[in-house]
Structures are given as structure tokens and as C-alpha cells.
């Protein structure tokens, strides 16, 4: 969790100062609070909310995001487009991946990584971020090992 929190805070900070990008933080293992205290402790002040106001940050919980009113893909859209309207370099999209594997929705979560390449514009960039335990959990040793070799 540590690598996990280091990584997303430098990131967003580089991205929403040095880029000029918006964020979609979409996390699973951590709740939007602790996200939210996390990237106040050394590398955004999200306290008065500056960030989120101007909407160079979302941060939304995983579940919702996924499986919520409003689907994925229409929200990307719609913030590709208001990325553009603002004069925004790109949108950033980070998400927790460990809603797919607590719904159990294994193919689907195949299906939409397999479906990112093809669908979406340049000016949209998604990590999608995984924990080796949700791994562990549901892949036999054979399917663990191959899928080590993808994991970072």
C-alpha cells in the first residue's frame, strides 16, 4: 500500500501541476477519505478542496465509477470533452482494478481492458492498477505465473 499511495500522489501532483491535466482517481483498497488525507500529507492540500473545485481532480470510489448510474465509458467522454473545453492538456484516468476481481466479474473486466486500445481518443491516458493478492485469489498456479510476467 505504501508503493501504491507514493505512486498516486506523485503522480496526480505532477499531472494537475506540471501537465495541465485532469485526474479520475477511481480507488478500491482505499476510501475516497484516505485518498483524500493522503495527498494532504505531503503533496496536494485537498483540505480546501482546490483541486477537486476547478475539477483538475475526481476522485471517485471505484465501485461507483464501475458500476454506478452512469456508465464508464460515457463519463470518459463527456470529461474528454470538458477537458478540451478548459484547455486542458489530456485526462488522466487511475483505477483500482479490485472492484472487477470483489464483483467477481472476471471476464468483463477482460473484456474492458481489451476494449481500451481500440476505444478511446489519444487525449485520454488510463493505468489501471492492480493487487497481486486479488491475483492470488482466483487464478490457479499456472494462470498466476503467466500472468506475473504482465505485472508490475
Known amino acids: 500500500m505504501k508503493t501504491f499511495r507514493d505512486f498516486y500522489t506523485q503522480y496526480i501532483k505532477r499531472q ?17 477519505g484516505a485518498v483524500r488525507q493522503n495527498l494532504s500529507l505531503g503533496y496536494i492540500h485537498v483540505d480546501d478542496f482546490q483541486y477537486e473545485s476547478d475539477i483538475s481532480l475526481i476522485i471517485a470510489d471505484s465501485l461507483n465509477q464501475y458500476f454506478g ?14 477537458a478540451a473545453k478548459k484547455n486542458k492538456q489530456d485526462v488522466s484516468i487511475l483505477s483500482d482494478m479490485g472492484s472487477y476481481f470483489f464483483k467477481m466479474l472476471y471476464k468483463e473486466l477482460i473484456g474492458y481492458e481489451s476494449s481500451l486500445l481500440i476505444q478511446y481518443p489519444e ?29 508490475i
Open 16 to 32: 494537475t501541476d506540471f501537465r495541465n491535466e485532469i485526474i479520475l482517481f477511481n480507488p478500491f483498497y482505499e476510501t475516497v
Open 69 to 82: 448510474k452512469v456508465s464508464i465509458s460515457e463519463f470518459r467522454e463527456r470529461l474528454v470533452k470538458y
Open 123 to 151: 487525449a485520454l491516458k488510463h493505468i489501471c492498477i492492480y493487487n497481486q493478492i486479488d491475483f492470488d485469489s482466483i487464478l490457479t498456479e499456472k494462470q498466476n505465473k503467466k500472468s506475473s510476467t504482465i505485472i
